[in-house]
């Protein structure tokens, strides 16, 4: 099933996403396009509350997209499916279950023909390459915060997705525990270069991991600001990049692009909240006149 | 390196301690120095807090001891004021009240007048004066850190312990505080003991770093004193050399003090059949 790679694997055309609010229906994304070669891998970066995310989810098939499309290798995203690989901030684990129960739970989904040793296997695999090798049959709670985020990536890898889409993979880690992840992440990818799409806010994130950063500009009608390009060849090594010079011209390159955006008069529409709240009225309505009885 | 001074005014003598069974802290030694700044990096979970606690008097270590000027340290006192994570603050008084009720406890026997006035210079200090009638529930998270900060820096203490002040804030107020802390740090001259997991933070504030290694037994590594002059300038870090470079030192050092997982070698598991395979539809 290998073709030549596309450069357009995945492509995201004309994105808008409007959301319903007291005051009228607001645009938080609009106009949104960003195509990507396949084996790339690209990194939003953006102010909170941008959007970036809800772009991410629409491309994984989670949120539906007001108009615009995404295609993915020829055809469009209508729904959530095995060949996307998430990766959320929380890695929303299964309590009860072991890290390769875990894992495999989605490994049984999407090989439903091999056999319970081929799938246990495939299980153990992606956990040793995280280095959970001599974790495999932990809990989520006898796991650290970090080593259960291993277990997130092994999950979306296991399932060989052909786009992994990350989702400010390693925001609720602290600073040093992210930068180990992000060495484990980069081997991770680097087997078979998947094409991937990652959300974060962490600059050094952003330059250290991707071919190409798109700097999203700060909602509502949030939409692709600049793209800067991350000419550091692969395999990259941490330690090296981040004794260059040319790591921090990337650095503060980004950094400028936020610190304009921050400081940016927010459009007239941005009287709209940021997020939208769940719309209450109906539940309301159901309880109100009970509670009155 | 700094030459170890014949009176520290804070010192650490083969600090060790557990809780249970596990060795969280192991032969622990440390000088600091009156005036110095001193920044302790290590992840979250190594120790870091026990540490720090041990330093203001809230627990005792198993073995070794804790010095301030020569004195063995057995409770909290004024003179090592902490400012903790998540605040502490009294959530009925407002932010005014909770700064007097410290500087009340400390100096007593002031007049009115000065009480006031002293409150006044420390909520002005930390850009309060705006929001000094709210109650800590009225403030962000960002504006309570600040009045946790304003009651340490009142009640005068000899040493400032700060316990990751700024871990719980967001990247953007985090910054704004990042700043605040390092003019206080400059002007105050205080002795200044702050433990986070942010390097560009310590190097922002630090005379010098020291790394305290991954737990459990967790220790102090090398230090890296930090000669970059004050006033530091976020910005203008970046430029620096030096600043790339401890940057890059501290990181590798923790990150080697990891015993934990590692990515295993590729070769040890390569054989294993990678499932090259299409996913069934």
Not at chain 1, 175 to 201: F, N
Request: proline content about 8%; aromatic content about 6%.
């Amino acid at each position: 099933m290998t073709s030549s790679p596309s450069s357009r694997f995945l492509s995201i055309e004309g994105l808008d996403k409007v959301f319903e609010t007291p005051k009228g229906p607001t645009a938080i994304v609009k106009g949104f396009d960003l195509t990507l070669a396949e084996g790339e891998f690209v990194s939003i970066i953006g102010h909170s509350g941008c959007g970036k995310s809800t772009v991410l989810s629409i491309v994984a098939g989670l949120a539906e997209s007001t108009n615009g499309a995404v295609i993915l290798a020829g055809k469009e995203v209508l729904e959530a499916g095995p060949d996307r690989g998430v990766v959320f901030q929380a890695p929303c684990l299964l309590a009860w279950l072991t890290a390769l129960a875990n894992v495999q739970l989605g490994v049984d989904q999407v090989y439903p023909d091999k056999s319970r040793a081929e799938r246990r296997d495939i299980a153990a695999h992606y956990l040793t390459l995280v280095g959970l090798g001599d974790s495999l049959h932990k809990r989520p709670a006898e796991l650290s915060s970090g080593m259960r985020q291993r277990v997130g990536l092994a999950r979306a890898f296991a399932l060989s997705p052909r786009l992994l889409l990350l989702d400010e993979p390693f925001g609720m880690l602290d600073s040093l525990t992210r930068i180990e992840l992000q060495d484990v992440l980069l081997e991770l990818w680097a087997q078979d270069r998947k094409t991937a799409l990652m959300v974060t806010h962490d600059v050094d994130e952003a330059v250290f991991l991707s071919d190409r950063v798109v700097m999203m500009t700060s909602g509502p009608e949030a939409r692709v600001g600049e793209i800067l390009t991350i000419p550091f060849e692969r395999p990259r090594n941490r330690h090296d990049l981040m004794d260059s010079p040319a790591f921090y011209e990337m650095r503060e390159r980004l950094v400028t692009f936020l610190e304009e955006q921050g400081h940016r008069p927010p459009p007239p529409a941005a009287a709209a909240p940021k997020a939208p709240k769940p719309r209450m009225s109906g539940l309301w309505g159901l309880i109100r006149p009970a509670s009155r009885t | 390196m700094t030459t170890p001074s014949l009176r520290p005014i804070l010192s650490l003598r083969g600090v060790s301690k557990s809780y249970g069974t596990t060795h969280v802290l192991d032969d622990i030694s440390l000088d600091i120095e009156a005036g110095e700044v001193v920044v302790i990096v290590g992840f979250s979970g190594a120790g870091k807090s026990t540490l720090i606690s041990l330093m203001c008097g809230l627990d005792q270590p198993d073995s070794g001891e804790v010095t301030f000027k020569g004195s063995k340290v057995t409770e909290p006192g004024p003179e090592r004021m902490l400012v903790f994570q998540n605040y502490s603050l009294l959530p009925w008084l407002s932010a005014l009240d909770n700064v007097a009720l410290a500087v009340d406890q400390v100096f007593p026997g002031w007049s009115k007048e000065k009480r006031q006035t002293h409150i006044d210079r420390f909520i002005n200090m930390v850009g309060l004066d705006h929001a000094r009638d709210r109650k800590p529930a009225q403030l962000s998270g960002g504006m309570r850190q600040r009045v946790a900060l304003a009651r340490a820096l009142a009640t005068d203490p000899e040493v400032l312990l700060m316990d990751e002040p700024l871990s719980a804030l967001d990247a953007l107020t985090r910054a704004t505080l990042q700043d605040g802390l390092e003019r206080i740090a400059r002007t105050s001259g205080k002795t200044i003991v702050l433990v986070t997991n942010d390097v560009d933070e310590a190097i922002l504030l630090a005379d010098r770093i020291i790394p305290l290694s991954a737990g459990p037994r967790a220790t102090l590594g090398p230090e890296f004193p930090i000669t970059i002059p004050r006033p530091r300038e976020r910005r203008a870090l970046n430029q620096m050399p030096e600043f790339r470079h401890v940057r890059t030192a501290v990181v590798d050092y923790l990150l080697s003090t990891k015993r934990g997982p590692r990515p295993a070698a590729a070769p040890a598991i390569a054989p294993l059949a990678v499932p090259s395979l299409e996913p069934a539809p």
